[in-house]
């Protein structure tokens, strides 16, 4: 079955710092791969998507990376505010619109 | 913007008790999608419907059953509730059969049995 992870210990940074999250996987080989940002106690909203095709995209501060090789997405924040703590989510396609969702990495950015 | 929304923000049930969760969308998609989330689980997709009264099991849809009558609105039901379903419970909505799309969800509704 598709196991995906996201690193479970939340990431402290530094306000302007660059954040780096991780999301690896097995035992598929998704079209395509979404990030969300969750707040606490509502849901998660879409931020990213990158197709197998592409290695990089970009939106404002966010940068996310794809390789199909090492089976990993790298989602960066780069200077990073106090606004941006949450958690961030990977998601990969698991076929006919289903998806299936990592467990999160807490982000949390220190003025 | 596209709207989800769920019934109940809290709820707090006793074991053995039918639930009802209800879920609303108000952009007119086609596919609909019930989670639960729990720490270090991640979201887990328990039904999901891609038209008006179809159905499609998730990974875990033991002790649920859904219900979607109307295209905006699709239920989660709990025939007879677990403490091990004390959970929060997401519902999300995407367009339709076009691929990479993206999910929208409501709040999450946040249940407890006792």
């Known amino acids: 079955s598709q196991k995906i992870e996201q690193n479970s210990e939340a990431l402290n940074i530094q306000e302007g710092k660059t954040a780096t999250l991780t999301c690896n996987y097995t035992n598929y080989s998704p079209a395509y791969l979404q990030w969300y940002r969750q707040d606490p106690g509502r849901g998660p909203v879409f931020l990213l998507l990158i197709r197998e095709n592409e290695k990089e995209k970009r939106k404002e501060r966010l940068k996310v990376t794809f390789d199909t090789t090492l089976k990993q997405s790298l989602f960066h924040i780069t200077a990073s505010q106090p606004a941006d703590s949450a958690t961030y989510l990977c998601a990969l396609e698991g076929g006919f619109n289903k998806f299936y969702f990592g467990s999160g990495t807490k982000l949390n950015v220190k003025p | 913007d596209v709207k989800v929304t769920q019934s109940s923000r809290y709820l707090v049930k006793r074991t053995g008790e039918k639930v009802f969760l209800e879920c609303v969308q108000d952009?007119?998609?086609?596919?609909m999608f019930w989670y639960r989330q729990d720490p270090g689980l991640g979201l887990r997709l328990i039904y999901f419907s891609y038209d008006v009264k179809m159905k499609e099991k998730g990974d875990i849809p033991e002790g649920y059953s859904v219900s979607r009558e109307k295209k905006e609105r699709f239920s989660l039901i709990l025939e007879s509730a677990s403490t091990n379903q004390t959970s929060m419970y997401l519902c999300?909505?995407?367009?339709?059969?076009?691929?990479?799309?993206?999910?929208?969800f409501g709040p999450g509704t946040r249940l407890l049995v006792l």
């Open positions: 952009m007119d998609h086609e596919n």
């Open positions: 999300a909505s995407s367009p339709g059969e076009r691929s990479m799309e993206t999910q929208y």
